[in-house]
C-alpha cells in the first residue's frame, strides 16, 4: 500500500508557483522522500528526491518538514507543460516504488 | 541523465497470441528492473521485480507463468505476456536504478501500450 496522501487534484495559474502537498506521516528514518510525474500515455519522469533538507534543481523545490512528516514540491513558475499527474512517494534504497494515486495537477493559462 | 528505453512502444496482438516487452537500460547498469502495468485512469500497479541472473519476483495476484520476466543481462529485462486475452490491454511500464547508490531515483521508460483483439 502507498505510505502517501496527496489531493486529488489542483488548479494552478500558469506562470505562478504550484505548491503541491504530500503527507507521509509514517515515514521511517531511512525513507527516503521521491516525487515523479506522468503526462497522459508517457512513462513517469523522475523531479526530485530527497531525505531531510530541502532540495531543488532545475525542475522544481522540495521543502521537507523538521519531522519528516510532510513535505511539499514547488514548480516556481508553472507552464501549461507542467499539467500532469504528480506521485509523492516514499521509499529506502531497496524498496521497491509503491504509487498511490497522485494529484492531477491542471495549469490554466 | 540515466535512460531507460522500452520497445514496442505500442502493439496490438490477436487473443492467444504471445507479446514480448523488452527494457534496457542505455547508460548505466541495472540489477534490478521493475514492471508495472497501468489501466485507464489507474495509478501504476506494481508486477514483479527483475532481478538480474536470478528468478523475478512477482508480486501477489500477477501470474508467473503467464508474465514471463528474464532479466539476462545487467542493462535489458523481457516481459513475455503469454496467450494474452483482452482483458491483458493496458499500459505496461518498466523501470530501473543504477546499482543501488542509496537512495539514487528509479528511471522509467516510456511504456509500451498493449491491444489485445
Known amino acids: 500500500d502507498a505510505k502517501t496522501t496527496q489531493p486529488t487534484s489542483m488548479d494552478c495559474a500558469e506562470g505562478r508557483a504550484a505548491n503541491l502537498p504530500c503527507n507521509h506521516s509514517?515515514?521511517?528514518?531511512?525513507?527516503?522522500v521521491y516525487w515523479y510525474r506522468q503526462i497522459h500515455s508517457q512513462g513517469p519522469q523522475y523531479i526530485i528526491h530527497g531525505l531531510k533538507n530541502n532540495e531543488t534543481n532545475e525542475m522544481a523545490s522540495l521543502i521537507i518538514t523538521e519531522d519528516r512528516k510532510s513535505s511539499t514540491l514547488i514548480l516556481p513558475h508553472a507552464t501549461l507543460r507542467d499539467t500532469a499527474v504528480y506521485y509523492c512517494?516514499?521509499?529506502?534504497?531497496?524498496?521497491?516504488?509503491?504509487f498511490g494515486q497522485g494529484t492531477r495537477l491542471t495549469i490554466n493559462p | 541523465g540515466a535512460v531507460v528505453s522500452q520497445h514496442p512502444s505500442r502493439v496490438i496482438c490477436k487473443s492467444g497470441t504471445s507479446v514480448k516487452i523488452e527494457c534496457r537500460s542505455l547508460?548505466?547498469?541495472?540489477?534490478?528492473m521493475f514492471w508495472y502495468r497501468q489501466f485507464p485512469k489507474q495509478s501504476l500497479m506494481l508486477m514483479a521485480t527483475s532481478n538480474e541472473g536470478s528468478k523475478a519476483t512477482y508480486e501477489q495476484g500477477v501470474e508467473k507463468d503467464k508474465f514471463l520476466i528474464n532479466h539476462a543481462s545487467l542493462t535489458l529485462s523481457t516481459l513475455t505476456v503469454t496467450s494474452a486475452h483482452p482483458e491483458d490491454s493496458s499500459f505496461y511500464i518498466c523501470s530501473a536504478r543504477d546499482l543501488d547508490r542509496g537512495g539514487s531515483p528509479l528511471h522509467f521508460g516510456n511504456g509500451t501500450r498493449l491491444t489485445v483483439t
Open positions: 509514517t515515514i521511517s528514518g531511512n525513507e527516503y
Open positions: 512517494i516514499v521509499r529506502d534504497g531497496a524498496q521497491k516504488l509503491v
Open positions: 547508460d548505466f547498469q541495472a540489477t534490478t
